[in-house]
Structures are given as structure tokens and as C-alpha cells.
């Protein structure tokens, strides 16, 4: 039965902005929210490794982006301490096999769009050694390291602080997130990386020709790296039309059918209960040419990612390639690379079979 495949493999959801809302909370309620709120969606979802993504809104920028930032991290930390029965802030891969094989979720710290870091790429290690293991250059638009996607018709590549900041991030283990970033920065990242990538949230081109998507070429890259495309849930990445959770497997299949099946991931950027407190009776949010509240029924969080698992068993998918794909696939990359220097690096065991639960 697809629900007893998706209790027993382990489950990965590599963006969820729900940090968003904890910060938003007095901070002696963080830990006790989480645990109250999103704690029993996750466990719901059957959620066994969660990235909190730290974002930055525009409010922020410049000037309080990084004291903002280290109120999210420190939050992130506040979660995991009172909550410690229930969850772990991983900082390696064994960090994270031990929490599976102790129950808990894992929870993996990334940022979003770097406006934190601009031109200072040591604090990159600064925020490695407060916990952070996946970072992104950019948002939709522009960075001091980079052009998200909402600027291709720039053409641009990396800064050359954007080409710094990537090679440190792979001196000590930090993972390249290509989500966000426009198509000829992706394309610059392919050429330089020595390391596997991963896209957070990215959906696929081929399907919807928006510019959030991954090309054919770019899914191709990536999995030559040894990396993951994790497919975004959002709705208007999926189709302009055809909200739905077939349109969803579509570009999950497309991307197995493309980079292979040891490459495809999910990543649902399950944004919804966030925009809605944040702009609230908004009945649409339309943010980066989409309707960011559209959303595909049944996967407004993280209690609907069963359906998931149940939809690729109905598309054919074997039971194993089904444990790849919800999970183990992000498992494997993490075993093998978060947080381990480049002095530090060994073949990663498959996990894709193994769950918490």
C-alpha cells in the first residue's frame, strides 16, 4: 500500500519557509509554536529530513539582512533544543543518519538568496559555524554574488565574489543551491563546480517555460555532478493551467526521465500558510509571475505529501525508485557531503530505504 511505502521510506521536503513564522512569534514561544504548530504537520507528512530555508525579506535588505538572518538561525537553534525528542539541527551526514535512526526529523539550515553575506564572503564560514549547510546566491533578482532568475535577459554570470563564494562553500562542505539563480549563472556554477549541487525547489522548463525552471541542460548538469533536483510543488511553476497532482508527477517523471532516477528530489516550497499570514486576505499574491497562493489541492503543506507517494505508485514507479524520489535520494547527497570539508569526503551509503519511521 502506498502509505505504508511512504511511512517506511525516509521523506525529505528541502523547502519549507515555515522560519518565517517562528521569528514573526516572541521568541520564548519559538520552540513551543514549532512544537505545537508545525511539529504535527510534519509528522503528518511523514516528514524525516526538513531544510528550514533562512529568507530574507525586502524589509530587510540591506541593512538588517544578516542581524535577521542570525535571529533565524538562532530561532532554528531555540527549535531544536525544546524540541529535542523530537527533532535535531544536523550538521553532517551522520548527524543526520543518527537522528533518523533515532526517530527524530532532521533539520538542515540553508540560506536563501545570500543578502546577508554581499561582498563579505567569510561570513559564508560564519554562518557555516552557527549551523548553515546549503546556500543559494540569489533570490528572483539581483545579488552581490549573482542574477536570479528574474534578470536572464542580463545574460550575466557570477560576480567574481559569486566565484569566490562558491569555491569556499567547497573548501568546507557547504552544498550549492542552483534554485533562484538565472540561466547563465547556472551554467557558470556547472563549469566550476568540483562538488554536487542541489536545487532546493525547481521545477522543470521543458513542462513550463517559466524562468524559475531548470532546463533540459541544466538537469542534465546537475546530475552530472552527483547532485539532486528537488521539484517544486508552487502551482504556477507546474503549469499555468493545470494546477493539479498529476501535473505534478509529470514534472517529477520528467526530471527522473532526464537526470535519472538517482536524481529527483522534492522540494515543495510550501509557502501558503506563510504568504497568508504575511499578507493577510489576500485571496492572490502574484511574486515572480506567478500566483504564489495557487496551490495544487491537497499540498498546501506538509500533511499532503502522502498524496505524493501515492501518485507515483499509480504513474508505475517501482517501490524503490518511489523511496528515491521522496527522499533518499536527498539522504544519499547529505550522507555523502554536508559539511564535510574537502579533505573529508567518502562515498555515501544508500539510504533510501531507511526511515524513521
Not at 491537497?298 to 498524496?307: A, D, I, N
Request: hydrophobic share 45%.
Amino acid at each position: 500500500m502506498p502509505i505504508d511505502l511512504h511511512r517506511s521510506a525516509v521523506v525529505a521536503d528541502t523547502h519549507n519557509d515555515l522560519l518565517c513564522l517562528v521569528v514573526r512569534r516572541p521568541r520564548d514561544q519559538w520552540a513551543a509554536y514549532f512544537r505545537e504548530h508545525w511539529l504535527p504537520q510534519l509528522v503528518a507528512g511523514g516528514v524525516d529530513i526538513q531544510v528550514l530555508p533562512v529568507y530574507i525579506d525586502d524589509g530587510f535588505r540591506p541593512e538588517l539582512a544578516l542581524r535577521e538572518t542570525l535571529r533565524m538561525i538562532e530561532a532554528a537553534h531555540r527549535v531544536a533544543e525544546g524540541n529535542a525528542d523530537s527533532v535535531a539541527l544536523c550538521l553532517t551526514g551522520e548527524d543526520v543518519r543518527r537522528t533518523l535512526d533515532s526517530g527524530r526529523i532532521a533539520l538542515v539550515l540553508a540560506l536563501e538568496g545570500c543578502p546577508q553575506i554581499d561582498t563579505d564572503i567569510e561570513l559564508l564560514q560564519t554562518v557555516f559555524r552557527l549551523g548553515v549547510r546549503i546556500a543559494s546566491f540569489t533570490h528572483f533578482g539581483r545579488t552581490a554574488l549573482a542574477d536570479g532568475s528574474g534578470e536572464d535577459a542580463a545574460e550575466s554570470r557570477l560576480t567574481g565574489a559569486g566565484v569566490a563564494a562558491l569555491a569556499e562553500m567547497a573548501e568546507y562542505g557547504m552544498i550549492c543551491d542552483v534554485s533562484h539563480l538565472g540561466k547563465r549563472g547556472v551554467d557558470h556554477v556547472l563549469e566550476l563546480t568540483g562538488r554536487p549541487l542541489i536545487a532546493t525547489h525547481s521545477s522543470a522548463h521543458a513542462l513550463r517555460a517559466h524562468h524559475r525552471n531548470l532546463s533540459d541542460e541544466h538537469l542534465r548538469g546537475i546530475a552530472a555532478t552527483g547532485g539532486v533536483v528537488c521539484v517544486n510543488f508552487c502551482a504556477g511553476f507546474l503549469d499555468e493551467h493545470e494546477h493539479t497532482l498529476d501535473r505534478l508527477i509529470d514534472h517529477v517523471v520528467h526530471v527522473a526521465e532526464v537526470a535519472g532516477m538517482e536524481h529527483v528530489g522534492l522540494g515543495p516550497d510550501f509557502v501558503d500558510e506563510v504568504l497568508r499570514e504575511l499578507f493577510p486576505g489576500n485571496d492572490s499574491l502574484v511574486m515572480g509571475g506567478i500566483d504564489a497562493l495557487a496551490c495544487v489541492p491537497g499540498l498546501e503543506g506538509p500533511r499532503g505529501l502522502p498524496l505524493v507517494t501515492a501518485a507515483l505508485t499509480d504513474r508505475g514507479l517501482s517501490a524503490e525508485d518511489v523511496a528515491r524520489v521522496v527522499g533518499g535520494n536527498v539522504a544519499r547527497l547529505f550522507d555523502a557531503e554536508l559539511g564535510r570539508s574537502r579533505h573529508d569526503r567518502r562515498p555515501a551509503g544508500d539510504l533510501a530505504g531507511q526511515s524513521a519511521r
